[in-house]
């Protein structure tokens, strides 16, 4: 009776340290970089690393002389929304460093090979995709979908001759969902304007989290777009970075309240956290 009694509280415990060891397993954590770069770690510590301008000026991490990349010794997928520099920022070095496989549409991963020396093999993998495409990733943890954007994409040749365009063709620009297993569902929106098909995501797709770069659209329509992706949760990006650009999200916040959508404004650094699909804290 007593080495019963022993037992099922060993039991007993060995269920509770499993259930807290579950429990941390099931964290996603979501870091921004400054601009539109964010990366994101899966519960299984995949790590997935979005339109990776780590140089960026709002960047801490690349202040005083630091180098950022010191900041990301792991990354197993890069994904790029279009092919403007500051969101193909320092793909290449980032690939090189950690054989990070690419996730982007073929023109756009072609010409990176080709143009400024992406890694080939790394290119050239089932990461390869077209708007409405769906893949999954991470053995399964992982599964994205390239979406629509309305924007501009091109690569910029630094081998290009006097007489040759300097801009490289990108292919269509995109925008992702990525949906994580024991996490939340989270929307990129890449850099674009606001699109009405923007709803359909939001239908197809329950979105916990949603990226929206609110430079392109400006304050009304980036909030309208949080709207109409359905977003439980919607954090700004792609702006303050440089002139020309919004300087910060206020007028944005302003309306995204008014519309009663819950908001998150994270700092350039700042990394929060996910149970299952509920944000618990920032850190
Ligand atoms: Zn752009």
Redesign the pocket.
Known sequence: MKRLKVKRELVLAALLFGSIMHAAAQETKVRWFGHSAFSITTPNGKVLLIDPWLNNPLNPEAKDGKDPLAAVPKVDYILLT?G?R??VGDAVEVARKTGAVLICNPELAGNLVKLVDFPAKQAQTDGIMQIGGEIQIADGEVTIAMTAAV???SVFNPKAGPNEPERAYGGS?AGFVIIIKNGPTIYHSG?TAYFKDMETIGESYSIDVALINISGMGPKMSAKAAQSIRAKLVIPHHFGTFAGLLQNADGFAAEVKRLKIGLYQMQPGETILFRGKQMIKAK
Do not use: A, K, L, Q
């Open positions: 279009h403007h500051d969101h924007h501009s994409s620009p850099d």
